[in-house]
């Protein structure tokens, strides 16, 4: 073995310069993020509502998001028009996976809580036997700087420079975080009470914030096993609205499939999500036939030849519209 | 089927007194180093193929593919051991290198990677 070694030490160390470098390229990583098709996920087992069955026909899309990648991935995907390759940004830089599933999680609440809202609400307008009974509880944490390390994901903002979330309407409250330097008053959800001053300096993660609705009663009864899977963020809320909409006044979607993205806020607007593209070529290949999109991200793909319907919405009460128009 | 079961068998038989053979002859020390020196090798034959298949698993539309490519590269590495196993056990006890390890290489790698297969398999059920 030594002899073979010793015959043959020059080729040997010419291999073992390129393999390191082959190995170099594909597997350390380097500054740069991507986000690729992913799947679709059925609304049909994430609300389960008292005496309704869910439809079978609503899906969410996700999309996967990978960083950082590797010199190899960055060379296989920056000239592909499905994936998207971009610099890390300094909030990719700076939380880690765990932390970005655990904001996952806490977007997806927020946007059960809103989805369950508006379809009740919705739905309470063709038949008066629904009702849903919910209030404002103050801002929920889902960015925050690093350096302030008493803040937990998921901690409530109750007061905003001695101003009490129960004096303001959820967007008006909102607002007041808005500040470069600010005092906080944040309840934890063990219930414990804590204040944070904060001023911003150069560098620092900016505060975000989801309002944080609590649903006291509702009729029929629900409950939301959907949120304990693993797949997180509020770009669902409208494609959920929808499901829960459709279940309560029994629309029958035949056999169409419906997907679409979406996040919708409290005054019902449906808003620009990330990864469009990606979710435009994850539901043609699912053979989606139905796809409802923000109607602010339509130009970005009204060029990519699909072979389902695009329907672009302002609000979900026009996604609600067309669906009740069509089907029921 | 029955000569194709006898042959099994008969192989069968041939890898027990080829074993025992060569357990005579090799040592603890020796196996040892013949274990680490075979896997490391057949580790690095098979690591960049199995690396550049993982840094494609970003294609959904891959998956499945991509995840026979990644049993079938597994067995390959097993196979690889196997073979550098006995090559470097040669190396150390030159009364080996009459013998004739192939059967013993085969059925061992067979016994493994039948194990591969059904982990594999109960997987991809599992997953996909």
């Known amino acids: 073995m030594l002899k073979f070694l010793k015959d043959n030490l020059k080729k040997i160390v010419m291999l073992a310069f390129a393999y390191t470098y082959v190995l170099f390229v594909a597997v350390v990583p380097i500054d740069y993020a991507v986000t690729a098709p992913g799947g679709l996920t059925s609304m049909n087992t994430a609300f389960v509502i008292e005496g309704h069955d869910m439809p079978e026909e609503f899906y969410t899309i996700f999309v996967y998001s990978y960083r950082p990648i590797t010199r190899f991935q960055y060379y296989l995907f920056k000239n592909d028009p499905k994936m998207i390759v971009s610099k890390m940004t300094p909030a990719q830089h700076q939380n880690t996976i765990i932390d970005e599933f655990r904001k996952g999680q806490i977007s997806k609440f927020y946007s059960y809580q809103t989805a369950l809202i508006h379809a009740y609400q919705m739905a309470s307008e063709k038949d008066d036997s629904i009702f849903i009974d919910y209030g404002f509880e103050g801002l929920s944490i889902y960015s925050y700087p690093r350096r302030l390390t008493e803040i937990t994901y998921g901690d409530v903002v109750i007061e905003i420079d001695g101003k009490s979330y129960e004096d303001y309407e959820p967007e008006a409250f909102f607002n007041l975080s808005e500040h470069q330097n600010v005092q906080y008053k944040i309840k934890k959800a063990s219930g414990e009470i804590y204040e944070v001053t904060y001023e911003q300096i150069a560098n620092d993660l900016p505060f975000g914030f989801f309002e944080k609705y609590e649903i006291y009663d509702a009729y029929p009864h629900f409950e939301t096993p959907g949120l304990s899977s693993l797949t997180g963020g509020p770009s669902g809320g409208m494609l959920q609205t929808l499901s829960i909409y459709a279940s309560l006044l029994n629309i029958n979607i035949g056999d169409k499939k419906i997907t679409g993205t979406g996040t919708v806020n409290y005054n019902g607007n449906v808003g620009r999500i990330g990864g469009i593209v990606q979710k435009i070529y994850t539901a043609e290949w699912a053979n989606a036939d139905i796809f409802f999109i923000p109607i602010s991200h339509y130009p970005e793909i009204m060029d990519i030849k699909v072979s389902f319907e695009i329907i672009p919405v302002f609000t979900i009460e026009e996604a609600a519209d067309w669906l009740y128009e069509n089907f029921y | ?128």
């Open chain 2, 1 to 128: 089927m029955k000569t194709f079961i006898d042959r099994l068998f008969k192989d069968f038989q041939k890898y027990k007194n080829l074993t025992k053979r060569i357990n005579e002859y090799t040592t603890v020390s020796t196996v040892t180093r013949s274990i680490l020196g075979a896997m490391f090798i057949a580790l690095i034959i098979i690591a960049i193929p199995v690396i550049i298949v993982i840094n494609m698993f970003i294609y959904t539309k891959l998956t499945f593919v991509l995840s026979i490519i990644l049993v079938l590269l597994v067995m390959t590495w097993v196979q690889l051991y196997f073979y550098f196993y006995y090559v470097l056990l040669k190396n150390y006890h030159e009364e080996i290198r009459a013998i004739n390890t192939r059967i013993p290489q085969y059925v061992e790698f067979a016994f493994v990677n039948i194990f591969i297969v059904m982990i594999a398999i109960i997987v991809f059920v599992i997953i996909f």
